[in-house]
């Protein structure tokens, strides 16, 4: 039981994932442990083919199939740990990728008034504007070649062979996946524990670029649907996911805020700038998962009104009219 949580109280729950390529042993315990020591449950997960998840082949980055893992992780949470934390303050954090994850995810109509908050960390909001960005580092001539990669993999797969990978990380004008600054690659690789979990290499299967060509997922486009409460945390050194995009999707989303980090993309995860970032985003949580406990004990309270008239009317033989027992 989380630490300072009333006897006999649910606590409530965050359910949590890292980004393209990351694994909960990359820095998410340094969050997740913040958020239990102050009552709340946290639920990390890895992605199918990465850290302490199984399935093949490894290393398969796909925005559709981590979404995917995200809606099992809701519906796990709800069905198999109901009891055990409270269900109905039910909260998503997502970093980089995964921030764009829990925007889509949390927007979804099945899934939407199920969610009481959402955090999301520097989250990659524009599939366009990053894929441009990405060919003016790289060149045009680079950027076929992944994409022909992506295709041979597909390919290759399709006919039972091995995966073809490229590059997850590496620096401006290379064939990676995410392009850095030699700063950034340097904090980037200073965030992975020694041994990670389930082999982890700097490597991803290519057909994400092929993916991403043929099928852009751009969160941007959905946070005009999202009814939880939002705060997005950017930085504004971040060249992958850039601040002025992020503004853009605060301007759309109908009840955010905005934390902004003089740093980039890979130092929130520093003891420099998490201790500000944790404070906040701790504080954010806790502030609407108590709105929501009133709002369940007001509902509890209607239902129970409710309840009785109609046992009330059933006895006395009436019909139950629910506008007789309106409640202020």
């Given at each position: 039981m989380p630490k300072g949580l009333p006897e006999g109280e649910l606590p409530?729950?965050?359910?949590?994932?890292?980004?393209?390529?990351?694994?909960?042993?990359?820095?998410?315990?340094?969050?997740?442990?913040?958020?239990?020591?102050?009552?709340?449950a946290v639920f990390v997960f890895d992605y199918r083919g990465w850290g302490g998840s199984g399935g093949e082949p490894r290393h398969w980055l796909s925005a559709k199939r981590h979404m995917a893992d995200w809606r099992a992780a809701i519906a796990y949470v709800r069905s198999s740990m109901a009891g055990s934390v409270d269900i109905d303050?039910?909260?998503?954090?997502?970093?980089?990728?995964?921030?764009?994850?829990?925007?889509?995810?949390?927007?979804e109509p099945a899934i939407a008034p199920r969610i009481t908050a959402i955090v999301s960390q520097v989250p990659n909001l524009d599939a366009a504007a990053s894929t441009k960005t990405s060919i003016k580092q790289r060149g045009v001539p680079k950027s076929l070649r992944m994409l022909a990669a992506g295709l041979v993999d597909l390919l290759r797969t399709a006919v039972g062979r091995e995966p073809l990978y490229l590059p997850l990380a590496g620096l401006h004008g290379s064939l990676a996946f995410m392009q850095m600054t030699p700063s950034e690659l340097?904090?980037?690789?200073?965030?992975?524990?020694?041994?990670?979990?389930?082999?982890?290499?700097?490597?991803?299967?290519?057909?994400?670029?092929?993916?991403?060509?043929?099928?852009?997922?751009?969160?941007?486009?959905?946070?005009?649907a999202i009814t939880a409460p939002v705060l997005y945390m950017g930085a504004n050194k971040d060249t992958l996911c850039p601040m002025d995009i992020i503004k853009r999707a605060v301007?759309?989303?109908?009840?955010?805020?905005?934390?902004?980090?003089?740093?980039?993309?890979?130092?929130?995860?520093?003891?420099?700038?998490?201790?500000?970032l944790q404070q906040r985003q701790l504080q954010f949580l806790l502030q609407h998962v108590g709105h929501r406990k009133e709002a369940n004990a007001m509902q509890r309270e209607q239902d129970e009104a409710v309840a009785m008239a109609m046992a009330a009317s059933f006895e006395q033989g009436g019909e139950y009219e629910e506008e007789a027992v309106a409640t202020s």
């Open positions: 409530p729950v965050v359910v949590m994932a890292h980004g393209m390529g990351g694994q909960k042993d990359f820095g998410l315990h340094k969050y997740a442990e913040n958020f239990a020591q102050n009552s709340m303050r039910l909260c998503l954090w997502g970093s980089s990728f995964a921030g764009g994850h829990v925007l889509v995810v949390g927007s340097e904090r980037y690789h200073a965030n992975h524990p020694k041994s990670p979990q389930g082999g982890w290499k700097n490597l991803a299967r290519a057909a994400y670029s092929a993916e991403h060509a043929l099928f852009k997922t751009s969160p941007i486009k959905h946070v005009h301007a759309l989303t109908p009840n955010a805020e905005l934390y902004a980090a003089d740093c980039d993309h890979f130092e929130l995860f520093t003891p420099q700038h998490m201790p500000g």
